[in-house]
C-alpha cells in the first residue's frame, strides 16, 4: 500500500515497484497529486488506485483494502512551500491523524511501515552537513512549521509504535528531490525555475540566492527507498545528493541548459526558509550501499525535457 501514490515521488515508487513484480494499492485524494501520473498503469491488473482522503480513515467499503499488505509507505502529503500556506490543517492531519491510523494497520497487517519524513525535520540547520543525530533547528510556530512538526510528529510516532508495538519501521528523511511529474506551478524552486526559463520569463529566485539546496533527481531517491524497504533499517536515514548549490546557481544552471533568455530577478524570500542544506550520506551508503548515480545537469535536462513536452 502506498498513500500519495498518485504524487510525484509517490508515482514513480508505485512505477519501480510494479516493475519488480509487486501489486501495489496506491491511495489519493489527489489534493496535489493527478490521476494521469498513473493513468499508464489502468490496465495493469497488479496496480490499484483508491480515491481516498486518508485523513478520514482507510475505507472499509474498498475491496482492494481487504487484504493483509507486507508494506506499507506513508508518501501522503502536500510538501511544497505554497502547500504550506494553503493547505495547513491538512498537512497537520496527513501526518499526524492518517500515520497514526496507518500505524495501526502496519502493526495488525505484520507489514514493513515506511514513513517519508524531510530534510525540513533539520529546520534551518545550524550543523553543515546535516548528519541524522542532529535533532534540528526548528520554529515550532512559524509558517513552515505544520509541514516541519508533522514530520516530526510522524518520526515519533513510527518510534513509538516500533519500540512500543513491535512494528517494523523504515524512516527516510528525503532531502530535495526533482524530477518528471512535479507540477510546474507546486511554488517549489525547481519546476518553476523551468517553467520560467522555458517561458523565457524572469526567473525569480528569492532572497539574494545564497541559499543552498543539495537537489536529488527522483531515480536515485526511488532506489534509495526501495532499498530500504528491502531491509531491516530502521532509520531515520537521509537519502539525497551531496551536490550542492546555491539558488542562483541552479537559476543560471537552468537558464544554461533550457537555452532560454531569461534573467534573473530576485524577490521576496520566505520567512524560516533554510539557509544551507546538504545531507550526511554516511549513514546510507554504509547501511543501505546507497550512492547517487544522476548528476544534476543530467537529471536537471531531463526534468527540462519533461516540462518542454508537456505543453505540447
Ligand atoms: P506530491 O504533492 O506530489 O505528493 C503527495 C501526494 O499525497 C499527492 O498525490 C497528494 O494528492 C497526496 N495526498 C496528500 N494528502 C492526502 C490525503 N489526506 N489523503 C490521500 N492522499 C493525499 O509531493 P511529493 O514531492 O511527491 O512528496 C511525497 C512525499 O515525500 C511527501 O510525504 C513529502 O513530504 C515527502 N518529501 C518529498 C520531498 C521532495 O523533495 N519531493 C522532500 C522531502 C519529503
Redesign the pocket.
Known sequence: MI?????????HLVDALIARGAEVVA????????KE?VAHLADNPRFTLVE????EGLPDHEPALARRFDGIM???????PT?FEQLPV?IL??GSV?TMLLLERAQADGARFIM?????AYGDPLVHPQPETYWGNVNPNGIRSV?DES?RFSEAAAMAYHRSRGVDVGIV??????GP???PD?G?AIPTFVRQALAGEPITVAGTGDQTRSI?F?DD?VRGILTLLDSTETGPINVGTEDEMSMRELAETIIKLAGSTSAVTYITRSADDPEKRRPDLTLARTRLGYQPRVGSEEGLRKTIDYFANRGR
Request: glycine share 10%; proline share 2%; net charge neutral.
Open positions: 498513500t500519495g501514490g498518485a504524487g510525484f515521488v509517490g508515482s491511495l489519493d485524494n489527489f489534493v496535489t497529486g493527478a501520473n481516498a482522503d486518508i485523513t506513508h508518501f501522503a502529503s502536500p510538501a511544497s502547500d491538512e492531519r496527513v492518517a517519508a519524513s524531510t530534510s525540513e509541514y514530520k528523511r528525503i532531502f530535495n528531490t526533482y511529474r512535479m507540477r507546486d517549489r536529488c527522483v531517491l
